[in-house]
């Protein structure tokens, strides 16, 4: 059982230094118990005294990671039920469905899938997380084998899933090196599988038939010493799945109810034989709150859209998403081409830079550290104004590449104009459009070296 703040606050050192970020040990306490601190954050505590606080100072939902080299994927983590209350911590992993009953060409084509549908949005690479490779057979030779060639054609995190402990556990051992997550431990199997976990030092999948019988399950495990698990309602209805996630979610961040503390694997690809359904139940358990998510099949058209729902849901709201500050030669640029400036809000330069692409202009274009702020929002802010923009012009090499001394500025930012004339000596500030979905044409017509 988790403590209370007032429990922690009596095993702080009670210095209040503030070195934690908050004024007093017993804000720092509260904080803890609420999972909104981290242990960590206290220079003083005594090794004992970490121990003790061990269970309090871990968040409802216990982090679990799977995988080895550079793709372990690491799910769960989590302290809040909404995103503006903090963040949300580790993106839920989206993976792709590979059986024993399946062909060579199919497995073939599904791992090749799996390697290429990565996308470039917003300077990230999306691309999906895992793959899980299911017995359906019971035939412990033919899942080795399977399991084998997956490992070998692929550095992507597995789940190794069988209903047969004797074939699950052939199955893990031959991707033992891999570090997979086994799934699945149940009532009927779990001193095996468990076993199975100690020796391999894998992460487990533990699946009740209700969330009774997954709690008994999970505290089970604990006692047999498995502390890394995943959990599985048991659910193959959206409705029920859905459900179940709403409760496992508040049971450990609002009742403290340890034995549910645990990310959830969720199987849209048993739930419908339609992929376009099965895109829109990945969907739902994204918001709502899946810690990995198994699709049948990996299709461009649907996984994108998927992949960017995830980017926009877990992205720390506290924190925009900003590009490195800069000069960025679009459509090979000349020393006759036009030198654009912009903020370094991310979507804002993707956008701009999106447009231009469009214009086939050859195009300079300047990008000022705003602190991740739109263009309005970053003048608002005094971030982007002419004492701060000629600064960083004068100081960004422009000079030394192009010939003329034009700078054009966003619409949004006319009334700088003026000033900036005055710091830039030599520079005739040229006002752009305010939208920039109309610089392609502003460029083609009002362009002039």
């Known amino acids: 059982m988790a403590l209370t703040g ?21 804000a720092f306490a509260m904080n803890l118990a609420s999972g909104k601190s981290e242990l960590a954050a206290c220079k003083f505590v005594s090794e004992e005294t970490k121990a003790q606080l061990s269970e309090a100072s871990a968040p409802p939902i216990l982090p679990v990671s799977f995988g080895s080299g550079d793709r372990i994927l690491k799910v769960g983590g989590e302290t809040v039920l909404f995103r503006h209350e903090k963040r949300f911590e580790n993106p839920p992993g989206l993976g792709i469905l590979i059986t024993d009953a399946m062909s060579a060409a199919e497995v073939d084509a599904r791992l090749n899938r799996a390697k290429t549908l990565e ?3 917003v300077g990230l690479t999306l691309r999906p997380d895992m793959i899980a490779v299911k017995d359906t057979s019971g035939d ?11 490992k070998q054609g692929s550095n992507m995190p597995l789940i190794i899933m069988s209903n047969n402990a004797d074939v699950l556990a052939a199955g893990v051992k031959a991707a033992a090196e891999r570090k997979p997550l086994i799934c699945a431990a149940t009532k009927d199997n779990v001193d095996k599988v468990a076993a199975l976990a100690k020796e391999t030092g894998c992460a487990v999948v533990a699946r009740g038939e209700t969330l009774s019988d997954l709690a008994d399950l999970t505290t089970k495990l604990n006692t047999l010493g498995v502390k890394n698990i995943v959990i599985d309602t048991g659910a193959r209805g959206l409705k029920k799945a859905f459900e179940d996630q709403i409760t496992v979610r508040g049971s450990a961040l609002l009742k403290k109810f340890r034995p549910l503390g645990y990310p959830t694997i969720v199987f849209p690809c048993e739930m419908t034989d339609n992929p376009m359904k099965e895109a829109l139940i990945a969907s739902t358990f994204i918001a709502k709150y899946g810690g990995l998510i198994v699709l049948s099949d990996f299709q461009g058209e649907s996984l994108f859209p998927l992949l960017v729902e995830r980017l926009n849901i877990y992205t720390d709201p506290q924190r925009p998403l900003a590009t490195t500050q800069g000069i960025y030669e679009i459509n090979h640029p000349t020393d006759q081409s036009p030198v654009l400036i912009t903020s370094n809000f991310s979507l804002t330069y993707f956008i701009v830079s999106g447009e231009i692409e ?14 991740g702020l739109s263009v309005m929002t970053a003048w608002a802010a005094g971030k982007f104004s002419a004492d701060i923009i000629a600064p960083f012009v004068k100081k960004s090499g422009i000079e030394d590449k192009v010939k003329h001394r034009k700078l054009i500025i966003p619409g949004y930012i006319a009334s700088e104009s003026g000033g900036l004339e005055e710091e830039l000596t030599g520079w005739k500030i040229l006002v752009g459009p305010r939208e920039a979905a109309h610089i392609p044409a502003y460029l083609k017509n009002s362009w002039k070296p």
């Not at 412990?140 to 997956?150: D, G, I, N, P, R």
């Not at 300079?364 to 602190?371: F, I, P, R, S």
């Open 119 to 121: 996308y470039q949005r």
């Open 6 to 26: 007032i429990q922690i606050f009596k095993l702080l050192p009670k210095t209040n230094c503030g070195q934690c970020g908050v004024p007093t040990c017993l």
């Open 358 to 371: 469009n214009s086939r202009v050859p195009t300079w274009l300047l990008v000022k550290d705003t602190e």
């Open 140 to 150: 412990s030779a033919k899942f080795v084998a399977l399991v084998t060639k997956v």
